[in-house]
């Protein structure tokens, strides 16, 4: 980001040999992306601005969900029927509209690469999206709790559970 930022350019090079091991189940998956979306709040608060408007897709997609059901448990417990029917839509509106690109991103994907099943591949784009945004969210929900302008002064270190999480 620093260096197409100053002006730069990233070249490939096809002589560059590397290696990838893809996660082999979803919750692997979904801990590898919610550790990418915690850390990219560390990294938008150094720089001051996201590397891209794609970062924040994933954050703003999660919170519309938990803002949607949270309003639909609160407006059936006080009993506001119109309120409760228009957080209903909404959300089944979301719901709708992301299963069907989601599912239109699938065959897309399996038809450029020529697979034949992409069944698996819906439930892929949900755990890069939920856990990214999860994970964006938690860490911004912890870089607002702390006191200081350091992020990285103040990660608990010694949590076994942090530590399982995010690495």
């Given at each position: 980001?620093?260096?197409?930022?100053?002006?730069?350019?990233?070249?490939?090079?096809?002589?560059?040999?590397?290696?990838?091991?893809?996660?082999?189940?979803?919750?692997?998956?979904?801990?590898?992306?919610?550790?990418?979306?915690?850390?990219?709040?560390?990294?938008?608060?150094?720089?001051?601005?996201?590397?891209?408007?794609?970062?924040?897709?994933?954050?703003?997609?999660?919170?519309?969900?938990?803002?949607?059901?949270?309003?639909?448990?609160?407006?059936?417990?006080v009993g506001?029927?119109?309120?409760?029917?228009?957080?209903?839509?909404?959300?089944?509106?979301?719901?709708?509209?992301?299963?069907?690109?989601?599912?239109?991103?699938?065959?897309?994907?399996?038809?450029?690469?020529g697979w034949?099943?992409?069944?698996?591949?819906?439930?892929?784009?949900?755990?890069?999206?939920?856990?990214?945004?999860?994970?964006?969210?938690?860490?911004?929900?912890?870089?607002?709790?702390?006191?200081?302008?350091?992020?990285?002064?103040?990660?608990?270190?010694?949590?076994?559970?942090?530590?399982?999480?995010?690495?």
């Amino acid at each position: 980001m620093r260096l197409t930022r100053a002006g730069g350019r990233i070249w490939q090079n096809p002589a560059i040999i590397s290696w990838y091991s893809p996660r082999t189940n979803l919750s692997s998956l979904f801990n590898q992306y919610f550790q990418y979306g915690f850390w990219k709040v560390a990294v938008i608060r150094k720089h001051r601005l996201p590397g891209s408007w794609r970062h924040l897709v994933p954050v703003m997609f999660v919170l519309a969900n938990i803002l949607l059901l949270t309003s639909i448990a609160v407006t059936s417990i006080v009993g506001e029927t119109v309120w409760r029917t228009i957080s209903a839509s909404l959300f089944l509106i979301l719901a709708a509209a992301y299963v069907l690109a989601s599912l239109a991103a699938s065959i897309f994907t399996a038809r450029r690469h020529g697979w034949v099943i992409f069944s698996y591949l819906p439930a892929v784009f949900a755990t890069y999206h939920c856990s990214f945004g999860l994970g964006f969210f938690t860490g911004l929900l912890f870089c607002l709790s702390r006191s200081t302008l350091t992020f990285d002064a103040q990660l608990p270190r010694d949590s076994s559970t942090f530590t399982r999480i995010t690495r």
